[in-house]
């Protein structure tokens, strides 16, 4: 009996241990939701919460394709049921085992693959690619076959990485305690959301003016593919061809790419009898309406609107191409609302008259924060403290003075003070609190302005007026501006 008792106690401890272990893993591993301007976690956690078997056409790759290939542009285009399992710094051995992974859950008819780690990336690392950026990718992979394949293969190639590190986290991100955040502790609610299907909306617009595609007549240079990518470029080959999948390879519009590399997946893609789409050869480039000032965020990422382009032209081919018919869905049906949210929260980037700027802004689903620098007063114009009363402010401080106001769920606070003003508050999400800080010149002559929202400033502390814009249902900072006259970002 006392043997008993001791093996049911050492049993219960064990599993007290375990419990223990599993909850500090979950906490200290980093998390990037949708709140985050590359949302790897959401990408992979919201994968496994896919209905079986429903998922046509998968994406992977880099961040190229994370911000380049958008799933609801694809549905509400052409019907098409896609997931973007792309992430930063994806190198080819991480979209191996991600598309060997997706085969346990989803029969996809076509595979997109964009190509940018197919040549040499990082000289420094093994694997072509950060440490970092290979542990976003498997740290929220299910245990399988698949993934103890995966590990054993990067620690193989990468002896800085280890086998322990990957079965117990803890030992990798002990250090983090002093880091977390809310994320942390509610990551059950937080992976619920994953409505963009691991697109990575870009806002910025902020292309090259002088580029120009190329044509493939340019040149008739080769470049090398970096050995350890191109084995497994193979492997994925044969991967989707023991599976029945159309593998198709994709370049997204980037300063990096060159004729050299178009030349050298061309006579890969021809050799595999696959095709090849490069959005940077001039054909393709021209017949997507792609303009590189317009449609880039930066030298190697499409924005949303070039991504809205490069999608449906993708999504045609496949509709034209591969008799991918149309299926409703309500995984993608009803998750057109908050797409629109995304699409009007990077068009409110774009503003630059402060009039439409705080109509924009005029939203039940936004908080809006305000405080002044130095004097405010001096470039409110009549017509702008209009725009300004629309909202409900009364913006009756006076020249010199400090100055706040909170706009949020149609409450408006405001306050005026000769003093320095400083006001805390929540928008009501949990943790998420804010402190607004006012200095007019009356005050001090160190003025300045401080918003900020979880301890992180988000002001612009620009003279004059600085607003900060916080989207309630996407529990992120959407934009933060400042206004000397003019609207600066």
């Not at 098409?80 to 710094?89: K, P, V």
């Not at 070039?306 to 509709?319: H, N, V, W």
Request: hydrophobic content about 35%; overall charge negative.
């Amino acid at each position: 009996m006392k043997h008993k008792r001791y093996l049911c106690n050492m049993f219960a401890f064990g599993m007290a241990a375990c419990l223990v272990v599993l909850t500090v893993n979950r906490i200290l591993i980093p998390k990037c939701y949708y709140d985050d301007s590359w949302p790897t976690t959401s990408t992979y956690q919201g994968f496994y919460q896919m209905e079986k078997d429903s998922v046509d056409v998968l994406f992977l790759g880099s961040s190229c394709a994370a911000a380049g290939l958008n799933p609801q542009e694809f549905y509400d285009s052409y019907g098409i049921r896609s997931y973007n399992l792309g992430c930063e710094g994806q190198s080819l051995l991480t979209s191996y085992y991600w598309l060997e992974e997706a085969l346990r859950f989803q029969s996809p008819k076509v595979v997109v693959l964009e190509v940018f780690f197919t040549f040499l990336y990082n000289r420094d690392e093994p694997l072509n690619t950060a440490e970092s950026s290979t542990r976003k990718a498997f740290d929220y992979m299910r245990w399988s076959p698949v993934k103890w394949e995966a590990v054993h293969d990067i620690c193989n190639y990468d002896k800085k990485q280890t086998l322990s590190s990957y079965y117990f986290p803890n030992i990798r991100y002990h250090a983090r305690w002093k880091e977390l955040e809310e994320n942390d502790f509610i990551s059950g609610e937080m992976s619920e959301h994953y409505e963009l299907k691991g697109y990575a909306p870009l806002a910025k617009r902020r292309g090259n003016d002088g580029y120009v595609p190329f044509s493939p007549a340019d040149s008739s240079d080769r470049a090398g593919m970096a050995p350890l990518m191109r084995e497994y470029l193979d492997r994925i080959v044969m991967l989707c061809r023991e599976n029945g999948i159309s593998l198709i390879l994709t370049k997204m519009p980037d300063t990096d790419c060159n004729v050299s590399k178009y030349n050298t997946m061309s006579d890969y893609a021809q050799e595999q009898g696959i095709p090849y789409w490069d959005f940077n050869e001039e054909s393709l480039y021209q017949a997507s309406g792609f303009v590189h000032m317009e449609d880039m965020n930066d030298d190697w990422h499409v924005n949303l609107w070039g991504a809205k382009k490069i999608s449906r032209c993708i999504a045609e081919k496949l509709y034209d191409a591969y008799g991918i018919t149309g299926i409703q869905d309500s995984q993608w049906e009803d998750t057109k609302t908050y797409y629109d949210m995304v699409c009007r929260d990077c068009e409110l980037k774009q503003i630059t008259d402060i009039g439409q700027y705080m109509d924009a802004v005029s939203r039940e689903d936004y908080t809006v924060l305000i405080a002044v620098k130095g004097n405010g007063m001096t470039f409110m114009e009549e017509s702008v403290k209009e725009d300004f009363r629309q909202m409900g402010l009364f913006m009756d401080y006076t020249e010199n003075s400090s100055y706040f106001a909170v706009i949020h769920e149609g409450k408006i606070e405001e306050g005026t003070s000769k003093e320095i003003l400083v006001h805390h508050g929540s928008t009501g999400n949990r943790l998420t609190d804010y402190e607004i800080k006012s200095a007019g010149w009356d005050s001090t002559y160190d003025v300045y302005a401080s918003i900020k929202i979880n301890d992180k400033e988000w002001a612009r502390n620009g003279n004059g007026i600085n607003v900060v814009i916080y989207s309630n249902e996407r529990k992120q900072v959407v934009d933060s501006v400042s206004y000397d006259g003019e609207l600066k970002r």
